[in-house]
């Protein structure tokens, strides 16, 4: 066992924000107060309270409009970078069955910004009231009752997927020799590290500038993102051979 | 693992008997919740609804808690042919609708000239609108057109409404506006 | 829709048209991506370019109101290029009627017109009849006067230069789509159309929609799997209210409403039951004495049908310019109502010129609003321009139950009838509808048992319990009425039915009372086996599995039929076109697949057994504004005249003297097109009240193109600017202390929202031309 995988083909993605919204129904997260800033993307960014975020980009490309979204949340790396700079016990469980990194209360004692930048998609936020860290915890007390993750229930066009690492790998391998009939760049991100795959149509950075971990300049704690995995890439090897 | 399962879980438990039946108000914990339990027969019932937005239908399971008799989760129906347990933004956030502080707590009165409106009694307001109905009635109603042609009508009450009204209270509707004789009868399929 | 929203997956090619599916109908998608994933073409024609166009493999952006240049072009590709279906046009479509001689069409107007009361005479749109009384054929389809003739005749303006020049699209642009939807004009392939308001909100919506419907007939891709003409229908329950009829102009089913020259049923009946003298023609409307009757019953089942015909109210005309919406808030704007009911409807924000229709409620002496939230139009008098002191009209504002606090029904697009139940309990303080309707009616009867008044027979006779329960609305009760019963014992077609036995279906209705049906297309809906609404069971066989047909779960109106037409997707044999996806087929003893359109033989009757002919109507006798769809400009439009003819606008569209119309007005350059977001709902009464939605979406905005010459942007900007500065200082909805939360416990930015749609564009009449360069800003 593998535990389980995520995999989304963003090629399906309509931005119905169904799953966005779906993640805070279950989790009777609070609504933020927003404003348009221009883009139906909203809110903002990720916070405490949003650990879902349909992302919009507009590129013009050979005169064409390419109009791409990318519904955004923890990878579930498969050797989590966040749990191995994490310094109080109890804060994160990497679950053995799913390989869900879930985030409890006790993430308050850690350091918030020794985790985010341990971090190469730039996902958890911190409460600044509580100061504790969340993120998408793969919705795992509904894997318990054999419910699928929120997002992955409410998606309507089979741009979210979940299951077995083993069969949303084969889904991916897949999809991705189907899509690149239609669109020759599309690749998938990242599948060996993380358990959220993505599938593009075109290039990453066309989406977001952490949709991919290498497409990050910014390094963090003197290492760049692909330093980071390359250093924590243990188990990822060890599961793509 | 720093946390053991056991303790994880028990952690959870806590938080899901706190939070679970609390509605809107509930103090959210976006971490390490076991949210699951509240869809436990002990704790809800469940049914089966189709969403109030747009006509595609899709099928929903709405879960009450048995003690508050308040939604406590509405979610995609999964045995659903036309949306297989998917739902749109709106969709998803029919729990809002229903557990909302917004929706006034009674009807409302505005009289003439005023500048708000007054909290009254469904008896009350009932009352006054069946008067106001039937003085209008009385006083427009036609037996006879310019031509001399018997056409019964009220020709001093309008309606506009609705598609957002089940089959059975749409036809219950139409039934009431007509025998009451209006024919200025309009609703969204026109505009 | 002919067809539903599980059928678009057998779909070759979808053309979203007046559509914006993937935001407002977003679950349809799930259906779309099915499609392409099996091959189907996707093409979005629209002025935006919308999260449906991001997933399309050809956009096309056209000027906004120039669709029917576009569709009279692709109607021109298909003749010109003999891209119909030969067979089923010639076998299903009046392509082959002889029209009268006397038919004509000069300079962009039919025979017939009138100017003065804006209307046509009908008569020489007429077909030419045999002796016999069936309409002359000419099998050849040669024949000058025959349909496909004169429809080659009409649309020979209709070339790839002049739709191009109104469009805005390439002739490139247009010959890849007309290429690739015409390619679905043979038996084995199925194209659809998905359509909404960019389409009917327009002076020749029906004609927009009947230029499709022509090209679907032309391609024989109506009665197909994959196929139709399809309305995405906007409120969750739009197609059971209309159903229903809860419009001026007819009655449950579909019937007419009285005219005030028929004094009887006898007359009634006489006026609307058509007459064919075809035996191959099922022409089904000849069984409406049945349903009119019926449908009379089921309101007063203590009175035979023909007295309480009287009962029904009459109009003066059938004609939109007396009653319909735009008239009437014309004439509440005169004073000619006392009172209104705008029950689950917001029309100071939903109806053109919101505010012409918000000064109009100023003349009511009562408004009742029933609504789950407060909205602008029960709050009208605080509104913008609104002086509250100097308005008479008294508001009763009643809080509803939401949906998942109800019992009942609801009409998706497709028109599956399908049963919500009751979840959690009304919020204290609201009560659902039914309720409210059943309560405030027998206070009426009430008064009018005690006091009397203006003829109160149809009020006091009206059998009001028949949809309660000890006092209470019960909406099974309600469904069963709908569907009918017996009110005798009664033997039809050789079976016997007692007294409160429900009926079976509309085949067993009658003309004499002895049946009651609320709406006859829902007869079979609530029968002895049961509530079929409520069914969830999603047994198959493989042919229907094979198109996603689930005729046991829900029920779909008529008689569990699910693809409308689908006598029209076989051969007079019986022996489905479509070999790989068929949804009906004779097996030599039956059909098997869908429910057909009738049980008779193949090849027997006529396969569009709705019309009185029997044919799919390429050539629309019946239309007020022509018979073949043609091209005008929208009222207000920026530009002096079309290639197509001289005539700019629809002569029949209704106007108001009083209104003042922008054309070529260089004041109003600019065209600007209203729209809605997946995350808010027609006027936003709910929407903007759920803080999840407001999140996504906060505000009301503008989109517009960067590319404007500068000083025009900048004039619209400011405009623009100005009216979300202005928002948040202007009126709020006031409720009184303890009714509701204060307003801070609100979120702020609802508030924002809901002021600034106060300042609706509407009421500003701005008009930007569309962007020719769609990215956002």
Known sequence: MNGKSFFVDLTKCTACRGCQVACKQWKKLPAEETVN??????????????????????????????????????????????????????????????????????????????????????IPRVDPETG??????????????????????????????????????????KALATVQKKFPEAELVDPYETRVIYLTAYPAQEYYEYLMADAAQTPRKGLTRKQLFAKLGGAAARMRS | MTVNRRRFLKLSATAAAMTAFGGLGCQHTAPAVDRATMLKPEWTKQTTTICCYCAVGCGLIVNTSLKTKKAVNVEGDPDHPVNEGSLCAKGASIYQLAENERRPEGPLYRAPFSKEFKQVSWKWALEQIAHRVKKSRDETFAVKNDKGQTVNRTEGIASLGSAALDNEECWAFQTMLRSLGLVYIEHQARI | MTNHWTDIKNSDCILIMGSNAAENHPISFKWVTKAQEQGAKLIHVDPRFTRTSAKADMWAGLRSGSDIAVLGGLIKYILDNELYFEEYVQNYTNASFLVNEDYAFDNGVFAGYDPKTRTYDKSSWAFQMEENGVPKQDPTMQDPNCVLQLMKKHYERYSLENASRMSGLSIDELKELYSTYAATGTGDKAGTIM??????????????????????????????????????????????????????HILPGYLKTPKSWQDSLAAYDKDYTPVSNDPESANWWSNYPKYSASLIKSMWLNDDPATAYNYLPRLDTGAASEYAWLTLFDKMGKGKFQGLFAWGMNPACSGANAGKNREAMANLDWLVNVNIFPNETGWFWEGPDMNPETIKTEVFFLPCAVSIEKEGSVTNSGRWMQWRYKGPEPKKGTMPDGDIMYELMKEIQHLYEKEGGAYPEPVTRLTWDAIATDGVFDAHKVAKLINGFFTKDTMVKGKTFKKGQQVPSFAYLQDDGSTCSGNWLYCNSYTDKGNMAARRDTTQTPMQANIGLFPNWSWCWPVNRRVLYNRASVDLKGQPYAKNKPVIKWDGTKWVGDVPDGGWKPGTKHAFIMRKHGYGQLFGPGRADGPLPEYYEPLECPVKEHPYSGQLHNPTAIAFAEEQKAVCDPRYPLVCSTYRVTEHWQTGVMTRNIPWLVETEPQVFCEMSRNWPSSRASTTATRLSWTACAAPSGPSPSLPQGSSPSPSTATPSIRSVCLALWLDVAQERRRLRQPADPVRR
Not at chain 1, 146 to 164: E, K
């Open chain 1, 37 to 122: 800033t221009g883009t139906h993307q909203n809110p903002p960014d990720l916070s405490y309270n949003t650990i879902r975020l349909v992302r919009f980009k507009e590129e013009v490309v050979d005169k064409k409009i390419r109009w791409n979204f990318f519904p955004e949340q923890c990878r579930h790396c498969v050797d989590p970078p966040c749990v191995g700079y994490s310094e109080v016990e109890g804060s994160m469980i990497h679950d053995p069955d799913t390989g869900a990194v879930v985030y409890t209360e006790l993430t308050k004692q850690e350091n918030y910004e020794d985790i985010l930048s341990s971090c190469p998609y730039n």
């Open chain 1, 132 to 173: 504790v860290i969340s993120k998408c915890d793969m919705c795992i007390d509904r894997l318990r009752i054999g419910l699928r993750p929120a997002c992955v229930t409410s998606c309507p066009t089979g741009t979210m997927n979940f299951g077995d690492r083993e069969e949303m790998m084969d889904l991916a391998e």
């Open chain 3, 195 to 248: 359509y909404a308001m960019g389409w009917t909100q327009h002076t020749v919506g029906v004609q927009n929609i009947r230029a499709m419907a022509m090209v679907q007939l032309l391609l024989g891709n109506i009665g197909v799997a994959g196929g139709g003409v399809n309305a995405l229908r906007g409120e969750s329950n739009v197609q059971g209210s209309t159903d229903h009829c809860l419009l001026y």
